[in-house]
C-alpha cells in the first residue's frame, strides 16, 4: 500500500462545476495534510493545508479531513480553465520530517 | 519575498560523470528535501536534512548522495550518473514537519 494514494486522473469537468480531488493516506498519526497545485513545467505550490476534522474553506478552495477514515479532499467550486493542473496531496509523516506526496490528480477544466 | 534557488535549470551530463546538484534557501528553514519527479511516478523522495550536518533517506536515496555544510544550502550529489538517473530534480525548504514546502523552479537532468 502506498503511502499516499490519489487516483491520476484525469479528471474533467466542465466549466462552472465542482472538482472533487480524493486523497487516501497510510499513516494513523499524521496531523497535517496539504494540497499543492502544479502548472505543467512549473513547481508545486502550496493552495490548502488542513489540520482538524471537518471542512476548511478559503474562497473557491475546500479541504475535508476525515482522520477515522484515513482521506482528505480538496473541492474546487466553479472551476475554471485556469484550474487545470495536477493537485498533489501531502502527508508529513509522523514523528518525522519525511514529507511524502502522492502521485498527483490531472484536472483538466472544459471551456 | 520567499525564495529557494536551484542553480541550473537544465543540465545535460554524460553516464559516468559526478554531478552536483546545488539549492539554497533564505528563508531560515530547518528542512530541506530533494525529490525527483518522473511522469506517472509522481514525486519521490531522496534525501532530506533536518539540521546542518544530518540527513535522512528518503524512499529511494541510491546512487545518490547529500551535503549539508551550511544551513542555508543542501546539495544533491550523483556518483557516477546513470541513464534512469535522467528526471525532473525538485528543491524544497520548509519549518517544522506540519508547515508548508517551498520549492525551487526545478533541474531538468537529462544523462547521455
Known amino acids: 500500500q502506498k503511502e499516499v494514494e490519489q487516483n491520476s486522473g484525469p479528471l474533467s469537468v466542465p466549466e462552472g462545476a465542482i472538482a472533487s480531488l480524493n486523497c487516501t493516506y497510510s499513516?494513523?498519526?499524521?496531523?497535517?495534510f496539504f494540497w499543492y497545485r502544479q502548472y505543467s513545467g512549473k513547481s508545486p505550490e502550496l493552495i490548502m493545508s488542513?489540520?482538524?476534522?471537518g471542512d476548511k474553506e478559503d474562497g473557491r478552495f475546500t479541504a475535508q479531513l476525515n482522520k477515522a477514515s484515513q482521506y482528505v479532499s480538496l473541492l474546487i467550486r466553479d472551476s475554471q480553465p485556469s484550474d487545470s493542473a495536477t493537485y498533489l496531496c501531502?502527508?508529513?509523516?509522523?514523528?518525522?520530517?519525511?514529507?511524502?506526496f502522492g502521485t498527483g490528480t490531472r484536472l483538466k477544466v472544459l471551456a | 519575498d520567499v525564495k529557494v534557488t536551484q542553480s541550473s535549470r537544465y543540465l545535460v551530463k554524460r553516464t559516468g560523470e559526478k554531478v552536483f546538484l546545488e539549492c539554497v534557501q533564505d528563508?531560515?528553514?530547518?528542512?530541506m528535501f530533494w525529490y525527483r519527479q518522473d511522469p506517472g511516478l509522481g514525486l519521490r523522495l531522496i534525501y532530506f536534512?533536518?539540521?546542518?550536518?544530518?540527513?535522512e533517506k528518503g524512499d529511494i536515496p541510491e546512487g545518490y548522495s547529500v551535503s549539508r555544510e551550511k544551513k542555508e544550502r543542501f546539495s544533491l550529489i550523483l556518483e557516477s550518473a546513470s541513464t534512469n538517473q535522467t528526471s525532473m530534480y525538485l528543491c524544497?525548504?520548509?519549518?517544522?514537519?506540519?508547515?508548508?514546502?517551498?520549492f525551487g523552479s526545478g533541474t531538468q537532468l537529462s544523462v547521455l
Open positions: 536534512s533536518y539540521d546542518v550536518k544530518m540527513k
Open positions: 524544497a525548504s520548509g519549518g517544522p514537519s506540519d508547515e508548508k514546502l517551498f
Open positions: 499513516d494513523r498519526g499524521s496531523q497535517s
Open positions: 488542513i489540520y482538524s476534522n
Open positions: 528563508m531560515d528553514h530547518e528542512n
Open positions: 501531502a502527508v508529513p509523516h509522523s514523528g518525522t520530517y519525511k514529507y511524502i
